[in-house]
């Protein structure tokens, strides 16, 4: 088992200080270079700029026993202005009824269930609106510490994040031939004349 630290954090400068902390941070931000998430531009008088914070996560087992240190940068959503950096915010849920049918159908079927969960969901949402937030403490930009950063993508804490990533998911799955369910638009199924694929989405976990 990886190195975890055993530290309940506070504040950002109690993780500076702790490498596996500062590992676990590095993780995170690497996640918004991987998914194109922002670029950094000249701060004007014009913007509203969304600040951001840390959050600080410690993952156990079944146990209680840490296993992992996970941080999350998240945008403080609340101070959005509504019709400047976000549109509407709503996101279809699963209905749990839905989802016990799902599991009952899958098993007097015989069917094999798989389930994932998507690392970073929030991330793999692009948005429209111009939505600007701060650099996250600790890794401010030494050479334009005075910039902020532009969204490409949705960051956990947005108000249209979760809109945003099902967006997404959903016109891929209807691209792919998959047909949305009429009751609960969080179902799609794929049929051929041999085969049969349905996929429950709730949030960033899937069953299928």
């Known amino acids: 088992m990886p190195f975890v630290s055993k530290i309940e954090l506070k504040t950002i400068c109690d993780a500076l200080k702790d490498e596996n902390w500062v590992v676990a941070m590095h993780n995170e931000l690497n996640q918004f270079t991987r998914n194109d998430v922002w670029f950094l531009v000249p701060k004007s008088n014009c913007m509203n700029v969304i600040e951001t914070k840390w959050v600080f996560i410690n993952k156990m087992d079944e146990s209680g026993v840490i296993t992992k240190n996970k941080t999350r940068l998240v945008a403080k959503g609340y101070n959005q202005e509504e019709g400047i950096d976000y549109d509407e915010t ?60 532009k969204l490409e993508k949705a960051l956990y804490g947005l108000k249209q994040a979760p809109k945003k990533w099902y967006e997404r998911l959903n016109n891929f799955l209807l691209s792919h031939g998959y047909d949305r369910g009429k009751i609960d638009k969080t179902l799609f199924i794929k049929k051929s004349k041999s085969a049969i694929i349905l996929v429950q989405i709730y949030v960033d976990d899937i069953i299928f």
Do not use: T
């Open 90 to 149: 709503f996101a279809p849920m699963a209905i749990l009824e839905v989802e016990r049918l799902l599991l009952a159908f899958a098993c007097m079927s015989g069917f094999k269930l798989f389930h994932m969960d998507v690392k970073s969901a929030f991330l793999n949402g692009f948005i429209s609106e111009e939505v600007y937030v701060s650099q996250p403490l600790g890794y401010e930009d030494h050479k334009h510490p005075d910039h902020v950063y």
